[in-house]
């Protein structure tokens, strides 16, 4: 309901916009028919007539945009309510049980597991929020030092394996040569393993990921996680880095998040002079996203 509402307030704007610069453009033709000899008048009204045409322009163009970002917004709510309320709900059904029951040895174990796995989840989305809030802030800067982007690459690939309870021919990788950058360990580490988590979260049943971290063109030290899943479409390619931003359609109903992730990794490599972007040939056909950052001086060789 709400969609509908807004998308027919946005389409009420873009028409509202375009009545607007037509009868500007009317007003304009029958003023020059009119008045053609009065060089100076014709010219302020040329000025005075793009003036205007720029505004309605542009304040179209921003009444769009804000409409959009309040629909992401409440997408937002929606999705994080969704990421606190169900690891408690859980969390509070396996605690009852435990006690009110007497159960077998293994059975507890089983459940205190399922209450673990629930609590990282819950602060894992707590993280992500906060560390939006950190990296948003202009006060906050990274706090640099030299280090060894394989490394912390390797640290990234085990612990997901090991989260994920992957092999080493599901999640592929070789450790290459050092790679020397000038850094905040902590944010590369949370963009590094934003990007292998989500690898992983979109590859569906049969995961196939191929970790790589080298340098390139001399200049660049590049992570690339690459997965055979559910891919992207073109035109989504950039947009899934805006900040709350997650792509519609069946597979963000089946796959939980909140369309920070990428945002993260996007502002820690601006953070760090890099960059971060995704290729895809599609919906269907596996995704590749590149991280990149500066080689440090005594690093770049
Ligand atoms: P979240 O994963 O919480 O939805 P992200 O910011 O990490 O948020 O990702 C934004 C969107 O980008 C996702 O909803 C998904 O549509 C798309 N996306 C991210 N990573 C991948 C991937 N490896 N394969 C396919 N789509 C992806």
């Known amino acids: 309901m709400v969609g509908t509402g807004r998308k027919k307030s946005i389409a009420f704007f873009i028409a509202l916009g375009v009545g607007m610069i037509s009868v500007a453009i009317l007003l304009y033709v029958g003023w020059v028919l009119l008045n053609w000899r009065t060089g100076i008048l014709l010219f302020l009204g040329v000025i005075l007539l793009a003036v205007i045409i720029a505004g309605v322009v542009l304040n179209t163009t921003f009444l769009v945009r804000e409409i959009r970002r309040n629909e992401q917004h409440d997408a937002f709510i929606n999705a994080m309510t969704h990421e606190l309320k169900t690891p408690v709900a859980s969390i509070r059904l396996y605690a009852e049980t435990l006690q009110a029951r007497s159960l077998t040895d293994d059975k507890r174990k089983e459940f205190c597991g399922i209450i673990l796995a629930d609590c990282d989840r819950l602060l894992g989305s707590i993280e992500q929020i906060l560390r939006t809030g950190r990296l948003g802030s202009s006060s906050r800067k990274p706090n640099l030092a030299h280090l060894d982007l394989r490394e912390l690459v390797t640290e990234c690939v085990v612990r997901a394996r090991f989260l994920h309870k992957l092999s080493a021919e599901e999640m ?16 590369v580490r949370a963009a590094v393993a934003n990007l292998i988590d989500n690898a992983v979260k979109f590859s569906g049943k049969a995961v196939q990921i191929e970790v790589t971290a080298r ?5 660049f030290a590049r992570v690339r996680v690459r997965d055979a899943g559910s891919g992207i479409a073109k035109p989504e390619l950039k947009r899934i880095f805006r900040r709350f931003y997650r792509v519609g359609g069946a597979e963000a109903a089946r796959v939980k998040g909140t369309g920070l992730g990428l945002y993260i990794v996007r502002s ?15 919906p269907g056909l596996g995704s590749t996203f590149i991280l990149q950052f500066p080689l440090s001086k005594t690093g770049a060789k």
Do not use: F, K, M, T
């Not at 340098?215 to 200049?219: D, I, L, M």
């Not at 820690?268 to 599609?282: D, I, L, M, N």
């Open 172 to 187: 592929v990788y070789q450790e290459g040569p050092p790679l020397e950058i000038l850094a905040d360990a902590d944010e």
């Open 215 to 219: 340098a390139e063109e001399g200049r």
């Open 268 to 282: 820690v490599a601006r953070r760090h002079s890099g960059r971060a972007w995704a290729e895809s040939e599609g």
